[in-house]
């Protein structure tokens, strides 16, 4: 049984006057893919940017409750939330490579953080993570292109490096595959696999068959409510919820 990672306990999220988020009470596995799902506006988002405080950057927002990475409470005052997010990486639905280099995309992340001082160990680092996110063997001839000049598929797993890149611990993907095509999603979902291995990885995603297909365990959201949360398979094959049958069988949504 994998130990938990990150725990969110009576997590309550507020935009201005609107709650986003209601007691949210969910564990995540550490080294598993959690899979999020549920309607558009559901609370899937903002409450995996609760994780990196992410929320920070927006005025009217306000966070209640815990949420822990490996028994650290995210939200203390004291947490050095740059430290937090070279933790916590986090890959976004529309692929947003910085207009650099594909090495410098790479080695920007590593330097800031005062990782690689010499130009050898960034090479070192840029080649790793592009092979982790299984892009090494297209682009090692082009590193001095633009990194905005890969298809969308690419650019994804280019976005995907740069989060490795700092050596992270949880990795947060928020729906990752909407912008791509079925070949692209399927070289994603495939690296998610192997990511898993070394990562913990949170992803929201409308797909309700690349839950089943990338995760471990799933959380239906509706309303800002963690519905139901359990083993994918279970979720999706007898969920104790009848609001989760009714979304999984499309009554819903």
Excluded at 8 to 18: A, E, R
Excluded at 177 to 184: G, K
Excluded at 187 to 208: A, F, N
Excluded at 233 to 238: G, R, S, V
Aim: some cysteine; aromatic content about 6%; proline content about 4%.
């Amino acid at each position: 049984m994998n130990k938990v990672k990150i725990k969110s306990k009576n997590l309550n999220v507020h935009y201005g006057q609107k709650q986003a988020l209601f007691d949210v009470n969910l564990d995540l596995n550490e080294k598993e893919v959690t899979a999020l799902i549920g309607p558009s506006g559901c609370g899937k988002s903002t409450f995996i940017r609760c994780i990196n405080r992410m929320n920070d950057v927006i005025d009217i927002c306000k966070v209640t409750g815990n949420i822990e990475i490996d028994g650290v409470e995210v939200n203390d005052e004291n947490l050095d939330v740059v430290s937090l997010r070279e933790r916590v990486g986090m890959v976004f639905q529309k692929p947003n490579p910085f207009p650099k280099s594909i090495y410098e995309n790479i080695s920007y992340g590593p330097k800031i953080h005062g990782k690689g001082d010499t130009k050898s160990e960034l090479d070192e680092i840029v080649e790793n993570s592009l092979k982790k996110s299984a892009l090494w063997e297209e682009v090692k001839d082009r590193l001095d292109e633009p990194g905005t000049s890969l298809s969308g598929g690419q650019q994804q797993r280019l976005c995907i490096a740069r989060a490795i890149s700092v050596n992270p611990e949880v990795i947060l993907m928020d729906e990752p595959c909407s912008a791509l095509d079925p070949i692209a999603t399927a070289k994603i979902e495939e690296l998610i696999d192997d990511l898993k291995k070394t990562y913990t990885i949170v992803i929201v995603t409308h797909s309700m068959a690349q839950a089943v297909r990338v995760s471990q365990k799933t959380g239906f959201f509706h309303l800002g409510k963690l519905i139901e949360v359990g083993k994918t398979e279970k979720i999706f094959k007898n969920p104790d919820n009848k609001m989760t049958q009714d979304y999984i069988t499309g009554r819903f949504g």
